[in-house]
Protein backbone atom coordinates (compact mmCIF):
# COMPACT_ATOMS: atom_id res chain seq x y z
CA UNK A 1 0.00 0.00 0.00
CA UNK A 2 2.48 2.45 0.59
CA UNK A 3 4.69 1.44 -2.67
CA UNK A 4 1.26 2.51 -4.30
CA UNK A 5 0.65 5.70 -2.57
CA UNK A 6 4.25 6.83 -3.65
CA UNK A 7 3.19 5.89 -7.52
CA UNK A 8 0.55 8.46 -6.51
CA UNK A 9 2.25 10.92 -5.59
CA UNK A 10 4.83 10.94 -7.59
CA UNK A 11 2.43 11.29 -10.84
CA UNK A 12 2.23 7.80 -12.07
CA UNK A 13 6.02 6.73 -11.91
CA UNK A 14 7.49 4.33 -9.40
CA UNK A 15 10.78 2.60 -9.61
CA UNK A 16 12.89 2.37 -12.86
CA UNK A 17 13.20 0.48 -16.40
CA UNK A 18 16.26 -1.61 -16.90
CA UNK A 19 18.12 0.84 -18.29
CA UNK A 20 17.48 3.20 -15.26
CA UNK A 21 14.57 5.00 -16.55
CA UNK A 22 11.81 5.81 -14.28
CA UNK A 23 9.16 3.15 -14.90
CA UNK A 24 5.89 5.19 -15.44
CA UNK A 25 2.54 2.69 -14.37
CA UNK A 26 0.09 5.79 -15.62
CA UNK A 27 0.46 9.14 -17.68
CA UNK A 28 0.76 12.70 -16.52
CA UNK A 29 -2.89 13.17 -18.12
CA UNK A 30 -4.57 9.94 -16.31
CA UNK A 31 -2.88 11.26 -13.27
CA UNK A 32 -4.36 14.97 -13.56
CA UNK A 33 -7.75 13.57 -14.57
CA UNK A 34 -7.55 11.29 -11.44
CA UNK A 35 -7.47 14.49 -9.00
CA UNK A 36 -9.53 16.72 -10.87
CA UNK A 37 -13.41 16.91 -9.86
CA UNK A 38 -15.06 15.47 -12.22
CA UNK A 39 -18.55 15.67 -10.41
CA UNK A 40 -19.15 17.99 -7.42
CA UNK A 41 -20.15 17.00 -4.58
CA UNK A 42 -21.84 19.85 -1.57
CA UNK A 43 -20.13 19.68 1.55
CA UNK A 44 -21.80 18.48 4.28
CA UNK A 45 -21.79 20.45 7.71
CA UNK A 46 -21.50 19.09 11.03
CA UNK A 47 -23.68 20.43 14.09
CA UNK A 48 -20.63 19.01 15.76
CA UNK A 49 -18.74 22.42 16.45
CA UNK A 50 -15.05 20.29 15.66
CA UNK A 51 -16.26 18.88 12.84
CA UNK A 52 -17.82 22.33 11.99
CA UNK A 53 -14.66 23.97 12.00
CA UNK A 54 -12.70 21.79 9.72
CA UNK A 55 -15.53 21.31 6.82
CA UNK A 56 -14.22 21.83 3.31
CA UNK A 57 -14.64 24.55 1.67
CA UNK A 58 -15.20 22.43 -1.36
CA UNK A 59 -15.78 18.79 -2.01
CA UNK A 60 -15.89 16.37 -5.17
CA UNK A 61 -14.83 13.11 -6.88
CA UNK A 62 -12.48 12.53 -9.66
CA UNK A 63 -11.44 9.01 -10.79
CA UNK A 64 -11.93 6.93 -8.21
CA UNK A 65 -11.10 9.32 -5.71
CA UNK A 66 -12.45 11.91 -3.21
CA UNK A 67 -11.59 15.55 -3.64
CA UNK A 68 -11.38 17.85 -1.11
CA UNK A 69 -9.07 20.16 1.63
CA UNK A 70 -7.95 20.06 4.99
CA UNK A 71 -6.93 23.10 7.17
CA UNK A 72 -6.19 24.67 3.33
CA UNK A 73 -4.46 22.10 1.63
CA UNK A 74 -6.02 19.71 -1.14
CA UNK A 75 -7.03 16.16 0.34
CA UNK A 76 -6.73 13.60 -1.97
CA UNK A 77 -8.81 10.47 -0.05
CA UNK A 78 -10.61 7.19 -0.07
CA UNK A 79 -12.03 4.55 1.96
CA UNK A 80 -13.07 1.48 1.75
CA UNK A 81 -14.05 -2.45 3.37
CA UNK A 82 -15.72 -5.13 3.84
CA UNK A 83 -18.23 -6.05 6.73
CA UNK A 84 -16.03 -6.30 9.44
CA UNK A 85 -13.14 -4.21 8.67
CA UNK A 86 -12.96 -0.74 7.07
CA UNK A 87 -10.15 1.35 5.96
CA UNK A 88 -8.98 4.92 4.64
CA UNK A 89 -6.50 6.11 2.28
CA UNK A 90 -5.52 9.84 2.65
CA UNK A 91 -2.60 12.16 0.49
CA UNK A 92 -2.01 15.78 0.93
CA UNK A 93 -0.15 16.01 -2.42
CA UNK A 94 1.77 19.56 -1.73
CA UNK A 95 3.15 17.91 1.26
CA UNK A 96 4.37 14.35 -0.12
CA UNK A 97 2.19 12.85 2.43
CA UNK A 98 0.39 9.58 2.26
CA UNK A 99 -1.47 7.35 5.13
CA UNK A 100 -3.05 4.43 5.27
CA UNK A 101 -5.12 3.07 8.05
CA UNK A 102 -6.47 -0.38 7.97
CA UNK A 103 -8.78 -1.65 10.99
CA UNK A 104 -10.27 -4.84 12.09
CA UNK A 105 -13.70 -3.25 13.16
CA UNK A 106 -16.38 -1.98 11.45
CA UNK A 107 -15.76 1.31 13.05
CA UNK A 108 -15.71 3.96 10.33
CA UNK A 109 -15.63 6.33 13.22
CA UNK A 110 -12.22 4.74 14.18
CA UNK A 111 -9.63 5.35 11.29
CA UNK A 112 -11.09 9.10 10.75
CA UNK A 113 -10.13 9.74 14.36
CA UNK A 114 -6.65 7.97 13.52
CA UNK A 115 -6.46 9.95 10.07
CA UNK A 116 -7.15 12.90 11.74
CA UNK A 117 -4.56 12.90 14.62
CA UNK A 118 -1.78 12.09 11.89
CA UNK A 119 -3.39 15.01 9.52
CA UNK A 120 -2.86 17.52 12.65
CA UNK A 121 0.74 16.55 13.87
CA UNK A 122 2.19 17.04 10.53
CA UNK A 123 0.72 20.05 9.75
CA UNK A 124 1.21 21.41 12.91
CA UNK A 125 -2.66 21.78 14.07
CA UNK A 126 -3.66 22.39 17.47
CA UNK A 127 -4.26 19.21 19.13
CA UNK A 128 -7.96 17.73 18.59
CA UNK A 129 -8.92 14.63 20.81
CA UNK A 130 -10.82 12.86 17.28
CA UNK A 131 -11.82 10.23 19.40
CA UNK A 132 -14.04 11.92 21.73
CA UNK A 133 -15.10 13.98 19.12
CA UNK A 134 -16.20 10.86 16.26
CA UNK A 135 -17.41 8.99 19.65
CA UNK A 136 -19.76 12.30 19.90
CA UNK A 137 -20.43 11.63 16.17
CA UNK A 138 -21.53 8.39 16.45
CA UNK A 139 -23.39 8.76 19.65
CA UNK A 140 -25.35 11.26 17.66
CA UNK A 141 -26.29 9.19 14.75
CA UNK A 142 -27.04 6.21 16.75
CA UNK A 143 -29.85 8.73 18.48
CA UNK A 144 -31.13 9.80 15.63
CA UNK A 145 -31.48 5.78 14.30
CA UNK A 146 -33.26 5.13 17.44
CA UNK A 147 -35.68 8.40 16.43
CA UNK A 148 -36.31 6.72 13.35
CA UNK A 149 -37.20 3.09 14.29
CA UNK A 150 -39.71 4.74 17.02
CA UNK A 151 -41.42 6.47 14.29
CA UNK A 152 -41.64 3.26 11.92
CA UNK A 153 -43.13 1.31 15.09
CA UNK A 154 -45.59 4.27 15.92
CA UNK A 155 -46.92 3.83 12.33
CA UNK A 156 -47.22 0.70 12.20
CA UNK A 157 -50.75 -1.61 12.65
CA UNK A 158 -49.82 -4.49 14.41
CA UNK A 159 -53.54 -5.74 13.55
CA UNK A 160 -52.82 -5.50 10.14
CA UNK A 161 -52.28 -8.98 8.18
CA UNK A 162 -50.52 -9.70 4.42
CA UNK A 163 -53.71 -9.47 1.40
CA UNK A 164 -52.38 -12.42 -0.40
CA UNK A 165 -51.62 -16.07 1.73
CA UNK A 166 -47.30 -16.40 1.84
CA UNK A 167 -47.78 -18.71 -1.04
CA UNK A 168 -49.17 -15.61 -3.27
CA UNK A 169 -45.83 -13.61 -2.17
CA UNK A 170 -43.49 -16.78 -3.71
CA UNK A 171 -41.55 -16.29 -7.29
CA UNK A 172 -38.67 -15.07 -8.70
CA UNK A 173 -38.60 -11.28 -8.91
CA UNK A 174 -36.37 -9.90 -11.47
CA UNK A 175 -34.12 -6.41 -11.41
CA UNK A 176 -32.67 -5.09 -14.45
CA UNK A 177 -29.45 -3.84 -13.06
CA UNK A 178 -29.24 -7.16 -10.58
CA UNK A 179 -30.97 -10.03 -11.96
CA UNK A 180 -33.35 -12.42 -9.82
CA UNK A 181 -34.15 -12.48 -6.10
CA UNK A 182 -36.03 -15.41 -5.00
CA UNK A 183 -38.82 -16.25 -2.74
CA UNK A 184 -40.07 -19.19 -1.38
CA UNK A 185 -42.07 -20.61 1.19
CA UNK A 186 -40.11 -22.65 3.75
CA UNK A 187 -41.33 -24.56 7.01
CA UNK A 188 -43.94 -22.04 7.04
CA UNK A 189 -42.51 -18.52 6.38
CA UNK A 190 -40.63 -16.97 3.45
CA UNK A 191 -37.11 -16.62 2.86
CA UNK A 192 -35.13 -14.41 0.33
CA UNK A 193 -32.32 -15.04 -1.83
CA UNK A 194 -30.13 -12.70 -3.81
CA UNK A 195 -29.43 -15.20 -6.73
CA UNK A 196 -25.93 -13.76 -7.17
CA UNK A 197 -25.33 -12.76 -3.73
CA UNK A 198 -24.86 -16.05 -1.30
CA UNK A 199 -24.57 -13.90 2.08
CA UNK A 200 -28.44 -12.52 1.36
CA UNK A 201 -30.23 -14.59 2.74
CA UNK A 202 -32.70 -14.07 4.72
CA UNK A 203 -36.23 -14.70 6.62
CA UNK A 204 -39.38 -12.58 5.94
CA UNK A 205 -40.87 -11.77 9.00
CA UNK A 206 -44.57 -9.65 8.27
CA UNK A 207 -44.84 -6.12 9.59
CA UNK A 208 -48.11 -4.78 8.41
CA UNK A 209 -50.20 -5.24 5.60
CA UNK A 210 -47.70 -6.30 2.51
CA UNK A 211 -45.19 -5.13 3.91
CA UNK A 212 -42.47 -7.53 5.44
CA UNK A 213 -38.81 -7.05 7.24
CA UNK A 214 -36.20 -9.44 5.89
CA UNK A 215 -33.99 -10.33 8.43
CA UNK A 216 -30.58 -11.62 7.23
CA UNK A 217 -29.22 -14.78 8.65
CA UNK A 218 -25.70 -13.47 8.49
CA UNK A 219 -26.04 -10.83 11.53
CA UNK A 220 -22.77 -8.96 10.55
CA UNK A 221 -24.24 -7.26 7.90
CA UNK A 222 -26.03 -5.11 9.92
CA UNK A 223 -28.83 -4.53 7.23
CA UNK A 224 -32.37 -6.01 7.49
CA UNK A 225 -34.92 -4.00 5.31
CA UNK A 226 -38.57 -3.44 4.28
CA UNK A 227 -39.89 -5.63 1.90
CA UNK A 228 -42.98 -4.41 0.17
CA UNK A 229 -45.36 -5.61 -2.22
CA UNK A 230 -47.69 -3.82 -4.30
CA UNK A 231 -50.20 -5.85 -6.09
CA UNK A 232 -52.53 -5.23 -8.56
CA UNK A 233 -56.41 -4.68 -9.30
CA UNK A 234 -56.42 -8.41 -9.59
CA UNK A 235 -54.72 -8.97 -6.41
CA UNK A 236 -51.04 -10.49 -7.93
CA UNK A 237 -47.99 -8.51 -7.08
CA UNK A 238 -47.45 -5.85 -9.57
CA UNK A 239 -43.33 -5.20 -7.69
CA UNK A 240 -41.41 -5.45 -4.61
CA UNK A 241 -39.27 -2.60 -3.39
CA UNK A 242 -36.41 -2.60 -0.48
CA UNK A 243 -35.36 0.13 1.46
CA UNK A 244 -32.74 -0.75 4.56
CA UNK A 245 -34.86 -0.52 8.11
CA UNK A 246 -31.82 1.77 9.71
CA UNK A 247 -30.74 5.11 8.55
CA UNK A 248 -27.24 3.96 10.23
CA UNK A 249 -27.07 0.95 7.50
CA UNK A 250 -24.28 1.08 4.94
CA UNK A 251 -24.71 2.91 1.61
CA UNK A 252 -23.11 -0.11 -0.05
CA UNK A 253 -26.48 -2.01 0.41
CA UNK A 254 -28.75 0.41 -1.60
CA UNK A 255 -31.51 -1.67 -1.72
CA UNK A 256 -33.93 1.31 -2.54
CA UNK A 257 -32.35 1.16 -6.25
CA UNK A 258 -34.14 -2.19 -7.00
CA UNK A 259 -37.12 -2.56 -9.25
CA UNK A 260 -38.22 -6.08 -8.92
CA UNK A 261 -40.99 -7.64 -11.06
CA UNK A 262 -42.86 -11.27 -11.00
CA UNK A 263 -41.06 -13.12 -13.44
CA UNK A 264 -43.72 -14.81 -15.42
Do not use: C
Amino acid sequence: MAKWIIAQLDGGVYGKNADDSPKRLFSEKRHEEMWSVQTAIHPKRSKIPQLAAVAPDYAGYGEGWHLSEYRGHKMVYHTGGWPGFVSRVTMIPDLKLGMVVLTNQQSGAAFQAVTYRVLDAYLGAHKTDWTAVYAKAVAKRQSSADKSWAKHQAARDKHSKPSLPLAGYAGTYRDPWYGDVVIRKQHGHLVMQFSHTKQLLGDLKSWQHDTFIVHWRDRSLNADAFASFALDADGHVRELRMKPISPLTDFSFDFQDLRLKPVK
